[in-house]
């Protein structure tokens, strides 16, 4: 979607293909970042956007135990927004969509889902997809494959992934907020248990961290050990717990981590997801995702479609890319996945505390969670002839 904006923006007519009626969907990546908001202002809605309801996340805690330890603080980022917006995706892509309607050359298609490419030769010349009218058939100078970690495009466009493995999933649930209820987004680490609790204002967002492939004996263990299993991380009445009403109420996440050799081949390019897929853990991908939107649309302004301008977009953004993949394996392996094996309980890891005891060194999650390893910025476009 902001790909689609910035390209129309620029003069460029695009066409947006969404498989569902609408982006009502929960569980999905609800965070909008310091440098997403920084992209915002640049085109002049931020202020706009802080009018839609949000809550402002200043700061990270993680919680040993009963011991409670700031881990990122968002406050000293050199940006106009030092916090992260907690918003519903569905809320962002809608506003998204509105302001690139203003574009003559923007269309949004919903209820589209594509089901193959068109190739001329070996370049991808349009897509195949399937509409509540029937089947159709969209020609295009570029597809750009945006469809997420299952992403089609880039398995029919033949593109190959290195995956870097993930020992953990992560099951998504919610619950409501009361008055007396912390108002700190966190993370609790207890006795071989992992809980992410996200404030969403009338309620909470959970994710409760899993090794992987663990969720059908998590089931086997019933209901009721799962509800107490959670009653005791978030210290709440096991009255509350009477929310998840069954599995139904509580959605998988099967972590990936990996990322394609090549992001693009003549005709085609895959940008977030699609091309990276990247864990849960600092809530990075859709930022990570609209980086490479704003990449994509520097290079790709004046209407090149060639694959050596699209080879520039995953040289810009490859680097990134892996120092945030490896900083996330690097959580995963050695604090996360040593959580959920200690079933004592632990204490904090020594980065941990490291981080509570100096407040200058909260500074170095913030940047890599705020705005990443390489921020982008929007390019003035030469209006392009569509």
């Known amino acids: 979607m902001m790909l689609g904006l910035l390209l129309a923006r620029a003069g460029l007519k695009v066409m947006v293909l969404e498989k569902h009626r609408d982006f009502l969907r929960d569980f999905r990546g609800d965070t909008i970042h310091p440098s997403t908001l920084e992209l915002l202002h640049e085109l002049g809605i931020l202020e706009e956007f802080l009018r839609l309801p949000h809550q402002k996340v200043h700061e990270l805690r993680a919680q040993f135990g009963d011991l409670t330890l700031p881990v990122a603080d968002f406050s000293g980022l050199p940006v106009r927004c030092p916090f992260i917006a907690m918003i519903p995706q569905w809320d962002f892509l809608d506003f998204l969509a509105r302001h690139a309607r203003a ?102 967002q959970c994710a409760f961290v899993i090794a992987k492939g663990g969720f059908e004996t998590l089931k086997q263990k019933g209901l009721e050990s799962f509800r107490a299993t959670i009653a005791g991380l978030m210290r709440l009445a096991g009255a509350r717990m009477g929310e998840i009403r069954s599995w139904d109420d509580v959605k998988l996440l099967t972590v990936q981590v990996n990322r394609l050799r090549e992001w693009c081949r003549p ?23 609209i980086q490479d939107a704003v990449a994509a649309a520097n290079v790709l302004y004046n209407g090149d479609f060639s694959l050596p301008a699209l080879s520039k977009v995953q040289k810009r953004r490859e680097l990134p890319t892996r120092l945030t993949q490896a900083f996330q394996v690097a959580v995963q392996n050695n604090i996360l996945r040593r959580v959920l094996q200690d079933t004592h309980g632990i204490g904090p890891p020594l980065a941990v505390r490291a981080l509570a005891r100096w407040p200058w060194l909260r500074r170095i999650p913030a940047r890599m969670v705020g705005l990443g390893a390489r921020p982008e910025h929007i390019q003035s476009p030469s209006t392009v002839a569509a």
């Open 267 to 289: 005709g085609l390019l895959c940008i977030g997801d699609a091309a990276h897929a990247m864990s849960p853990v600092g809530g990075v991908g859709i930022n990570l995702a």
């Open 103 to 204: 574009y003559p050359g923007f269309s949004l298609m919903m209820q589209a889902e594509v089901t193959d490419l068109i190739e001329q030769g070996n370049k991808v010349a349009g897509i195949k997809c399937l509409t509540p009218q029937g089947p159709l058939e969209i020609t295009a100078d570029l597809v750009v494959g945006a469809d997420g970690r299952h992403s089609l495009v880039r398995s029919r466009g033949g593109l190959p992934v290195t995956d870097l493995g993930a020992p953990i999933d992560a099951l998504w649930f919610g619950l409501s907020r009361r008055p007396g209820d912390s108002p700190d987004t966190m993370a609790r680490f207890d006795s071989g248990s992992i809980l992410v609790m996200l404030n969403r204002g009338d309620y909470w």
